[in-house]
């Protein structure tokens, strides 16, 4: 984990919601999965955690945790504000070297947290579909994006699957895929836990708390993203 600054240098619409690129130094930019808390020198008594949506060199595209923001990014943020960023943070996806067929699915949530996978997924010829309700924008040409109802049909295809949801939601969701798997020939599943984050782990503060088959975890330092077979 890293301190240091970093600048906005666009705002982005993106799957419906405001988001952000930032430049910053590379060894703050949060890996997939991974998030960032960011503090921007107003009066908000809590840094804004922010996943990254996709990265190049010297800059990271950035979205807002949902938890935190029923808006996207602060309103206030704007081109060239400088900011101070903590990160990267937590544990992220882990693609598998064999994967080849990779499925991402968002339950019920934008898919921005899940985009980080994209690059890396094509760049090794994988091919990838996106799963979701919700509205999915400016996905490349090469991925394919099915709607909820084909779930069961991309997890058969899929040797590897990278989830997005709510911990409200995990329950049930955990339950519906432990069906789906039954039937499936993927080797690997990982699930991102949506959950607020409010110290990054430093205070040990347990309100990211989630059960998982070894007790409780924190979604914050051992998470947001777990192994579907730790659910
Ligand atoms: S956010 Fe405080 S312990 Fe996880």
């Given amino acids: 984990m890293h301190t240091g600054r970093g600048r906005i240098v666009e705002l982005i619409l993106q799957d419906g919601q405001r988001a952000a690129r930032i430049s910053c130094p590379a060894e703050l930019i949060p890996a997939p999965g991974q998030y960032a808390l960011v503090s921007d020198g107003s009066n908000a008594p809590l840094p804004v955690p922010l996943f990254v949506t996709d990265s190049a060199p010297d800059s990271v595209a950035v979205a807002p945790w949902r938890h935190f923001t029923a808006s996207p990014v602060p309103d206030h943020w704007m081109p060239g504000i400088e900011i101070a960023l903590r990160a990267p943070l937590g544990n992220g996806f882990k693609l598998p070297a064999s994967a080849r067929k990779i499925a991402l699915v968002a339950f019920d949530v934008p ?7 994209i690059r890396p997924a094509l760049s090794r010829g994988a091919a990838v579909v996106f799963v979701g309700d919700l509205p999915v924008e ?3 040409d090469d991925v394919e994006a099915q709607p909820m109802s084909a779930l069961g049909e991309v997890i058969e295809w899929a040797d590897y699957a990278a989830f997005d949801v709510t911990r409200e939601d995990l329950t049930g969701w955990v339950e519906r895929l432990r069906e789906l798997n ?3 020939t993927w080797k ?7 959950t607020p984050v409010t110290c990054g782990g430093v205070a040990e503060c347990g309100v990211c ?3 998982t088959k070894s007790g409780w975890k924190m979604a914050c330092k051992d998470g947001p993203v777990f192994a579907l077979g730790e659910l």
Avoid at 111 to 117: A, F, M, N
Avoid at 189 to 194: E, M, R, T
């Fill in 209 to 211: 708390a989630i059960v």
């Fill in 138 to 140: 400016n996905l490349p």
């Fill in 188 to 194: 690997e599943a990982q699930v991102f836990i949506q």
């Fill in 111 to 117: 898919p921005s947290r899940l985009r980080g996978l």
């Fill in 182 to 184: 039954q039937a499936s």
